[in-house]
Structure formats: structure tokens, C-alpha cells
């Protein structure tokens, strides 16, 4: 036999065993009407008094691709600039300014890690209707520089060229090397959980 010659693995073709690439209809996410959400649990001294933080997204970007005829089909690539995260409470601006530079220079270390990345590697349908679908996003999240394995359930609806996807899913800040701090002279802390909720829309692109 020839030095050079390869030897083949018998079985299916290998056009067959890669799996398909994302397909659909490409949308833009339109950050001036999309709302993303971080809710953080205190305790401590004030925690009594209501003061759980609601962290709001403010600059995000990114794309989806989506076709109702093969929902499993699509993707979500999104990125958000980390320093833009503000508290969306009505605290004093003392707090306010106190727990934003905690949250941008010991939490997510910005000047360090500037973007928070979500890519989906593949959709699993729960149920499917006209204007309506039910998934689950399975993807890696890439905060304060580490990437893990992060589901994310979603309700997509397409009304004419716009999509709105909306959801809520939780992480522990340790499984991305995230130290909990405290704020407020030591009077709020948060729990390791935190929940994100969000309301995305997206503009079809021609």
C-alpha cells in the first residue's frame, strides 16, 4: 500500500455527521426597545427594608437567526458591554454610585472583562405555533472571562419584521469567579444567585 494513502472510516458520510449550520431569517436586536434585567437577592442589615438590587442592561447588541419552519434551526449571538450595567432602583445617588462602582471595578472587573457574550449552539423546541414558540437555547456564556455551558428557555413571537424573545434564567456569580461583595457601608450584601429576565426585540433584516 502507498505511504500516502488514507484509510477512511467506515459508516455514515461525513456530510452527515456534521451537524447543520443555523438557518433563518436574520434579525437585528434593537437595544432602544429591548429590556434586560438583573435581579440580585440581599441580605444583610437592609435586606428587610427591600433593598434587593434590579440591575439594568443597558448596551447590547447582536443578531438571531430564526425561520418558523425549522425553529431548532436558529441562533442567538449577543453581547453587552459590561460597564453600561446601572441600578434601575429608586435608591439616593450615594448608593447608587457606591454599589455601580463595586459592581463595575470588584464584580465584573471591566477594564479587565469589557464584554458578557452569549452564543447558542443549539435550540430544542418545547411547542410551536404560528406567531408563537417555546425553546431552549443551549450556548456558552462568556462573564468576567469565563465561558460555561448556560440554558436559556425563551418565548419567541414574530409579528410582521419584528421578534421579541422573552425569557429568565439564573447563574451562580462563584461558577464565573465572581466574589459576592457587600455595599452600603456593609449593609447590603448579595446572595451567589443571581436572575436574569429579558424582553428582546429584533428587526428583520432584508
Known amino acids: 500500500m502507498p505511504e500516502n494513502t488514507e484509510i477512511q472510516p467506515r459508516g455514515a458520510p461525513e456530510a452527515a455527521q456534521v451537524a447543520a449550520a443555523p438557518t433563518g431569517d436574520r434579525y437585528l436586536i ?45 441562533s442567538l449571538h449577543l453581547v453587552v458591554r459590561a460597564d453600561s450595567l446601572t441600578v434601575a432602583d429608586n435608591i439616593s445617588d450615594k448608593d447608587r454610585r457606591e ?8 464584580v465584573l472587573e471591566t477594564s479587565k472583562h469589557p464584554e458578557i457574550v452569549y452564543d447558542s449552539q443549539s435550540v430544542t423546541v418545547k411547542s410551536t405555533a404560528d406567531t408563537q414558540s ?24 414574530v409579528t410582521g419584521d419584528l421578534l421579541r424573545a422573552f425569557g429568565e434564567f439564573s447563574l451562580r456569580q462563584s461558577d464565573y469567579n465572581i466574589k459576592p461583595v457587600s455595599a452600603v457601608g456593609g449593609g447590603l450584601k448579595v446572595k451567589d444567585e443571581v436572575t436574569f429576565t429579558f424582553d428582546i426585540a429584533a428587526r428583520k433584516q432584508a
Open 134 to 157: 417555546d425553546v431552549v437555547l443551549i450556548g456558552q456564556l462568556t462573564l468576567h472571562g469565563v465561558t460555561r455551558p448556560q440554558k436559556v428557555p425563551a418565548r419567541i413571537t
Open 99 to 106: 454599589i455601580e462602582s463595586q459592581m463595575r471595578e470588584q
Open 30 to 74: 434593537t437595544p432602544m426597545i429591548s429590556r434586560f434585567t438583573v435581579k440580585v437577592t440581599a441580605t444583610g442589615l437592609l435586606s428587610s427594608f427591600g433593598h434587593s438590587p434590579t440591575i439594568q442592561i443597558r448596551d447590547l447588541k447582536g443578531e438571531i437567526l430564526f425561520g418558523r419552519q425549522a425553529v431548532e434551526q436558529g
